[in-house]
C-alpha cells in the first residue's frame, strides 16, 4: 500500500466511533420514499447529505425529478442529490452511486428494537437499524472516506461524481431519464462507475457482482361472460375463464424449474467449463439458501447448479391470478375474468423482444389446443434486458485487489437475479465499465425487520472503497 | 275448478291493486341478512310477517335462533316466523317456506331506481324493488290466497303450517337445527311441503323442480418457503408452491368441463332414454344462457347437452386461489403458501364422502408426480348432498294439475344445477315429499340490480299457489 493509502486505512480503524456517529444520524431520519407521510424525512435526508458534501469540500446541487401520485395525493418526488469532488484531467474521474431512502419500518413489524435509533450490539459487533445496510451505510462509507482525507491533509487519488437518489426503494421514478438527459453534462467525463447497494452471497467472503438478471413481465387474460356466474347454476354450462387459464399456466414451467415455452431456453448464451468453475468456488452452501427461506425447498442439492439457478440461467415465477377468489372462506363463484401474472428472469444473450415473442407464440398455441369460447389476451409489461459487465476491466481489477488488500483474500466474482436498473441506464447512458461493489452482508435483512450492518463490514467497507479508489489511479487504462 | 277455486282465482284477479300494495309495503323494509346495519330491518321484517298471520286469523310465533359474528360484532340472528293455520285431521296439511331476508342492494350498484321502493312499470308490467322476487313475492303469494279465503268467507282446503326465515341469504345459520330439533312439535304432522324460492328456467314456461345439486368445496394448499421470496433472487432455485398449485389444479377438469379425478364420474347414476326426452321438450334455448351470461360461451350448442350440464351432471369449477398475487399491476412474488379452491357440484348418485376419497387420492398422486420438497394440504369444506324428489307423487301431481289450470300448460320438471340446502334439510328432517314450486321468471335478477318480479307473474303466481292447496286436497294420498 501506498503511504497515503496506510494512512487512510488507519484514519478509518482508528476513527469508527465517527462512523457509528453518523450512522446513528442518518438513521434517525426516516426516509422512507413509500409512503407520502415521509416525504418530508426524505427530504430532509437528501438535504444532509447535500450540506455533508458542501462541507468536505465536495460541491453538490439537488435536482428537481417533479410530481408522483402516491396513495392519491401528488407530491414532490424526492431530489436527486448530484455532486462532485476535484477536477484534475491527469485522475480518472469514478462517479459513485447509493440511495438515501428506505424501505418501511415499524417496531410493531417485528423489530426487536426501535427501527429508527441506530443500537450498537457491542457482543455481536452489529449496527441495527432501517437504512444501515440499505443503503446509508454505503453512502456514509462513501463520505468517510472524503472526511479521512479532508482531515489528514490528504489528496483523493482519483475525480469523485455522486449521484444519490431517493426513490430507489419505490421505482426510482423519473431517474432513468434524469441520467439519460444528463450524460454529457453532470455526468460528463466518468471512466468508471461504482455503485454499492448489493451484498455478499454469503457472511463470510467478499464478492464484487458484474451481472443482474434481466425480467420480462407477463398478464395473460382469459374473459369469458360478462359478468361472475353462480358456479352452481353455470358450472358445466360454459367454458370457465379459470379453466382456461390454469391450463395455460401450468404449461408455462415444471415443478424442477424447467422454462417449458418453446425457443426460450434456446437463447441463453452456452455454459463453458471455466466459466462452471466460478461457482464452485464460491463462498455459499446450500444452507445459506435454507436459512433465507426459512424452508429446505431448493430444487439441486448440488451448490454450483444453486447458484448457477440464481445467476446464470434464466427462471419463470407464477405470481398469482388477479380477477378470481382470493380472499379466505368459501366462494362458489365462476371468474368472468381472469389475469394471470408471471415473469421470466432473463439472463445473456436473452433478447426481451424474442422473449415477448416466444411467450406470445407458446399461449396461442396452448389456447388454441383448448378449443374454448373465452377469448385471450397477452399484455407484456416493459422489459428489462440482463446486465453483465466485463470482469476483465480495470475497473474490476481495482476492486479485486482493494478487496484482497483489506479482506486479504481474493473476492467471488458474482451475479445477482434480481434487477437494479440504474445498473443497466449508467452501463448504457455512459457507455463505461460498471461494478457492484457491496458493503453488508447476505444476513442484513436489506428489507426486512432488524435491518443491520456489522460494524466490521462497515469499517472494512469504507476502506475498500477509500482503497478501491486508489488501485483505481494505480491501475492502467 | 271447484267453486270456491273459481271464486278465489277470480278475487286475487280482481284485487291485484292490493297484491301490489302490500309487496311495495315490505319492499321498502331494507331486510338485508349480510350488513349489520340492517339487522333491525330484518327483525322488524319478520314482525310485519307475524303480525299479518295473526291478522289473517293463522297462529304465528316467532323463534330466537341465538347469536352470530358479523363484521366482528355479536349480534342476534333474525327469528324464524313459524305459523299454523286450521287443524282439521281430514285434511292434508301443507309446510311452506319462504325466506324473508334479502341481498344487499344500493342505488350506487347500477340500478335504475331506488332498490327499497317498489316500481310499477306500467308498461313493461314489471314490479322492479329489492326482494320482489326473492322471495317476497311468494311469502305474500300465500298470505293473498289466506286473505282471499278470510275476505270470501272460504274455507281453506288444507292446514297449512309456515316456516320463514331471516337468514337464508347469510347461511341460514341455525335453521337446520331448528327444524331438526322440532320435527316432532312445530312440525308434526305435516303431509307435503312447498318451498317457493327458485324460478322457471326460462321467461316464458313455468315449472316445478324436483331436484338440486349437492356440492364438495375443497382448498388445496402448498407451502414452501417460511415467507414470500423475492423472484429475482430466488426464481429457479427453489420448488415454488404456485407453480406445484397450478399443475395440480390443472389435472381437474378439461376446458370442456370433463372432470378428470378418477372415481367421479363413475359415480353419476345412469341416463335413461326416458329422462333424456324430458330435456328435449323443456322450454329453454342457448340463447337464453347467452343472455344470462352475456357471452356465446356454452361448453355444447344442443340443448338437451347444455341443460343436462346443469341439472344431470356434475361439474368443477375453479374459483381462485388465496395467498397469491391477485391485485392489479405487477409484483414479483413468490408466494410462500397458496390455496386453490375449487368445488365439485354433485347429482345422484354420488356420495360426498366418496367424492372426497377420490380427491383426496387424486391430487395425492398428482402431486407424487411433481417430486416437488413443498408440502401439500387438502381440506374439504362440510359438503352438501344432491337432492331429488320422486315427481311420481301426489304433491308433484297437485302442483302439475294447478300450473296447468292457471298457465293452460303442463309445467316442465325442471332441476337447478345449485342448491337449497334447507330442501335437503326439511325432506331428511320431515322424510316427506318437497316440492319446488317457483312464482318468478329466469331473468328476473334475484341476487343483481333492478330485481323484479312481473306484475303477471306474481298474480297468477299466487293463483297458482292457491289452486296448488286444491289439488292437493283433491288428490289421493
Redesign the interface.
Known amino acids: 500500500m501506498s503511504e497515503n493509502q496506510t494512512k487512510f486505512v488507519d484514519y478509518i480503524e482508528k476513527n469508527q466511533d465517527k462512523l457509528v456517529k453518523s450512522l446513528a444520524e442518518v438513521v434517525a431520519i426516516p426516509s422512507v420514499s413509500g409512503d407520502p407521510a415521509y416525504r418530508q424525512d426524505v427530504f430532509r435526508q437528501g438535504e444532509w447529505i447535500k450540506a455533508k458534501l458542501l462541507e468536505l469540500g465536495a460541491e453538490a446541487t439537488t435536482h428537481d425529478l417533479g410530481m408522483q401520485k402516491l396513495d392519491g395525493k401528488d407530491i414532490p418526488l424526492p431530489p436527486v442529490v448530484v455532486g462532485s469532488l476535484g477536477n484534475d484531467s491527469s485522475k480518472k474521474t469514478v462517479l459513485v452511486y447509493g440511495h438515501y431512502d428506505v424501505q418501511p419500518a415499524l417496531k410493531s413489524d417485528g423489530w426487536n428494537t426501535e427501527p429508527f435509533e441506530l443500537v450498537h450490539d457491542e457482543k455481536t459487533g452489529r449496527l441495527y437499524g432501517r437504512g444501515s445496510t440499505d443503503d446509508k451505510g454505503p453512502i456514509l462509507g462513501w463520505l468517510h472516506t472524503i472526511e479521512a482525507h479532508k482531515t489528514l491533509g490528504l489528496e483523493l487519488p482519483v475525480n469523485l461524481k455522486f449521484c444519490f437518489e431517493g426513490m430507489e426503494e419505490s421505482g426510482s421514478n423519473g431517474l432513468d431519464e434524469f441520467v439519460t438527459k444528463n450524460k454529457d453534462t453532470l455526468f460528463s467525463g466518468v471512466d468508471a462507475v461504482c455503485i454499492s447497494d448489493n451484498y455478499w452471497l454469503g457472511t463470510k467472503k467478499p464478492c464484487v457482482t458484474n451481472g443482474l438478471?434481466g425480467?420480462s413481465?407477463f398478464?395473460l387474460s382469459i374473459s369469458?361472460?360478462?359478468?361472475d356466474?353462480?358456479?352452481?347454476?353455470?358450472?358445466?354450462?360454459?367454458?370457465?375463464p379459470?379453466?382456461?387459464l390454469?391450463?395455460i399456466?401450468?404449461s408455462l414451467?415444471?415443478?424442477?424449474?424447467e422454462i417449458t415455452i418453446p425457443g426460450i431456453n434456446e437463447q441463453v448464451k452456452e455454459l463453458t467449463d471455466d466459466e462452471r468453475k466460478v461457482y464452485d468456488v464460491m463462498d455459499f452452501s446450500i444452507s445459506d439458501?435454507d436459512d433465507?427461506?426459512?424452508?429446505?425447498?431448493?430444487?439441486s442439492d448440488n451448490k454450483p447448479e444453486?447458484l448457477m439457478?440464481?445467476m446464470r440461467?434464466?427462471?419463470?415465477?407464477?405470481?398469482?391470478?388477479?380477477g378470481?377468489?382470493?380472499?379466505?372462506g368459501?366462494?362458489?363463484?365462476?371468474?368472468a375474468k381472469v389475469t394471470g401474472?408471471f415473469?421470466l428472469?432473463l439472463v445473456p444473450n436473452m433478447d426481451p423482444a424474442k422473449v415477448i415473442e416466444c411467450v406470445q407464440k407458446h399461449v396461442e398455441s396452448e389456447f388454441a389446443k383448448?378449443?374454448?369460447?373465452?377469448t385471450m389476451h397477452l399484455a407484456p409489461?416493459h422489459p428489462g434486458k440482463p446486465w453483465v459487465a466485463d470482469p476483465n476491466h480495470w475497473n474490476y481489477e481495482a476492486a479485486f485487489r482493494a478487496t484482497e488488500k483489506i479482506y486479504g483474500v481474493r473476492p467471488d466474482l458474482t451475479k445477482?437475479?434480481?434487477?437494479i436498473p440504474i445498473t443497466l441506464t449508467f452501463a448504457d447512458a455512459l457507455n463505461k465499465n460498471v461494478l457492484l461493489l457491496p458493503m453488508g452482508r447476505s444476513d442484513d435483512g436489506a428489507h426486512s425487520t432488524n435491518e443491520k450492518l456489522d460494524l466490521s463490514n462497515y469499517v472494512k467497507g469504507t476502506q475498500l472503497l477509500g482503497t478501491y479508489l486508489y488501485e483505481i489511479a494505480a491501475a492502467t487504462a
Not at 414451467?253 to 424449474?257: I, K, N, R
Open positions: 438478471r425480467i413481465y398478464k369469458g361472460p360478462a359478468r356466474l353462480h358456479s352452481g347454476v353455470f358450472g358445466g354450462m360454459v367454458h370457465e379459470m379453466t382456461d390454469i391450463k399456466m401450468s414451467v415444471t415443478p424442477q424449474g439458501v433465507a427461506t426459512g424452508s429446505q425447498t431448493t430444487i444453486v439457478a440464481r440461467f434464466p427462471s419463470l415465477s407464477l405470481h398469482g391470478i388477479e378470481a377468489f382470493a380472499e379466505p368459501s366462494k362458489t363463484v365462476i371468474p401474472k415473469s428472469r383448448l378449443k374454448s369460447k373465452n409489461d445477482e437475479g434480481g434487477s
